[in-house]
T-cell receptor
Framework: AQSVTQLDSQVPVFEEAPVELRCNYS??????LFWYVQYPNQGLQLLLKYLSGSTLVESINGFEAEFNKSQTSFHLRKPSVHISDTAEYFC?????????????FGTGTQLKVEL | NAGVMQNPRHLVRRRGQEARLRCSPM?????VYWYRQLPEEGLKFMVY????????ESGMPKERFSAEFPKEGPSILRIQQVVRGDSAAYFCASSPGQGYSTEAFFGQGTRLTVV
């Protein structure tokens, strides 16, 4: 079985400040890791993913996440946030469970960027 | 290339009625996943289908819920005799294959309200 824990349900931050959204996972098999972003009343958009190789992955809009196998973590960071980053962020895992690309999601972190 | 299309976007049903949610995957995608998002929760996997086959329905409630993905036409998630607890956002995702690293693309969801 797999599980994902996002400890912070809400993270308020001022614009241009750095932010870290935490994600820890549990799995008995090797996993792939994802961060999705959801804007109000929208579907999920893939932000970035870790499949293999370099443990640091980056998105086109300045977010990055680092896979840490020993700590079973995949925290999301951005050095300077913008108002437009306000959204809900979901960490997810998929793995070799026979379920295709079935994803197990965390409960989400609401990032609120304030002026 | 149109994205994953879900309709309707909003659906209101009275208790005891049936709800039918439709999902048209991206062109060339033959794998479909349904997820449910309850208020203040993350997405929960419901079912994974390929054309004309249910591959994994481990997340589907045992009663009243069914899903299909016919050879022609969209995938359908059907909820019979809806109850208030079925009120949620239902998301569909599609992928071109079953490789575990294959990205799944999400639709904008159907928001079901049971009154």
């Amino acid at each position: 079985a797999q599980s994902v824990t996002q400890l912070d349900s809400q993270v308020p931050v001022f614009e241009e400040a750095p932010v870290e959204l935490r994600c820890n996972y549990s799995s008995s098999v090797s996993v792939y890791l994802f961060w999705y972003v959801q804007y109000p009343n929208q579907g999920l958009q893939l932000l970035l993913k870790y499949l293999s190789g370099s443990t640091l992955v980056e998105s086109i809009n300045g977010f990055e996440a680092e896979f840490n196998k020993s700590q079973t973590s995949f925290h999301l960071r951005k050095p300077s946030v913008h108002i437009s980053d306000t959204a809900e962020y979901f960490c997810a895992v998929s793995g070799f469970t026979g379920g295709g690309n079935k994803l197990t999601f965390g409960t989400g972190t609401q990032l609120k960027v304030e002026l | 290339n149109a994205g994953v299309m879900q309709n309707p976007r909003h659906l209101v049903r009275r208790r005891g009625q049936e709800a039918r949610l439709r999902c048209s995957p991206m062109k060339g995608h033959s794998h479909v996943y349904w997820y449910r998002q309850l208020p203040e929760e993350g997405l929960k996997f419901m079912v994974y289908l390929q054309k004309e086959n249910i591959i994994d329905e481990s997340g589907m409630p045992k009663e009243r819920f069914s899903a299909e993905f016919p050879k022609e036409g969209p995938s359908i998630l059907r909820i019979q005799q809806v109850v208030r607890g079925d009120s949620a956002a239902y998301f569909c995702a599609s992928s071109p294959g079953q490789g575990y690293s294959t990205e799944a693309f999400f639709g904008q969801g159907t928001r079901l309200t049971v009154v």
